[in-house]
């Protein structure tokens, strides 16, 4: 089992030039760094599920599939896209009935996003920009 572990780790940084994550790791999203821009300046809905599936867009804790899900969001919902990782947006988005995040003003120093609202990765594909 070991072994096995090792090697699946040692083909993945041959393949890939990165280490497979693991299931704690978590690479946060990140929101402001500029003065004049809002913290998190493009606004997108979630688009193109396959309905005949679960018709959910995966949130992970990173950008990419071998980071661990923390949610799902059904079509349609609104995503403020505050960072991107080759196909994969870190994204903000409110719960059913919240509709402020705090992203849509400016923060002049780049931080985590702490809340109100969640926060996580989304494979891009799947999300419209509508506004930014």
């Given at each position: 089992?070991?072994?096995?572990?090792?090697?699946?780790?040692?083909?993945?940084?041959?393949l890939?030039?990165?280490?497979?994550a693991?299931?704690?790791?978590?690479?946060p999203?990140?929101?402001?760094?500029?003065?004049?821009?809002?913290?998190?300046?493009?606004?997108?809905?979630?688009?193109?599920?396959?309905?005949?599936g679960?018709?959910?867009?995966?949130?992970?804790?990173?950008?990419?599939?071998?980071?661990?899900?923390?949610?799902?969001?059904?079509?349609?919902r609104?995503?403020?896209?505050?960072?991107?990782?080759?196909?994969?947006?870190?994204?903000?988005?409110?719960?059913d009935?919240?509709?402020?995040?705090?992203?849509?003003?400016?923060?002049?120093?780049?931080?985590?996003?702490?809340?109100?609202?969640?926060?996580?990765?989304?494979?891009?594909?799947?999300?419209?920009?509508?506004?930014?």
């Open positions: 089992m070991i072994l096995s572990r090792l090697f699946i780790s040692c083909l993945s940084l041959c890939t030039g990165t280490a497979p693991s299931a704690e790791e978590t690479v999203v990140m929101v402001g760094g500029e003065s004049t821009l809002d913290a998190c300046g493009t606004l997108g809905a979630v688009t193109g599920l396959d309905p005949q679960d018709n959910t867009l995966t949130v992970r804790n990173g950008p990419g599939t071998r980071y661990a899900a923390t949610d799902f969001l059904p079509p349609d609104e995503v403020w896209i505050c960072d991107q990782t080759r196909e994969w947006f870190a994204v903000v988005y409110a719960a009935g919240q509709t402020e995040c705090n992203v849509s003003s400016p923060q002049a120093e780049r931080a985590v996003y702490d809340g109100p609202c969640s926060a996580g990765w989304v494979f891009g594909r799947y999300v419209t920009i509508l506004a930014g």
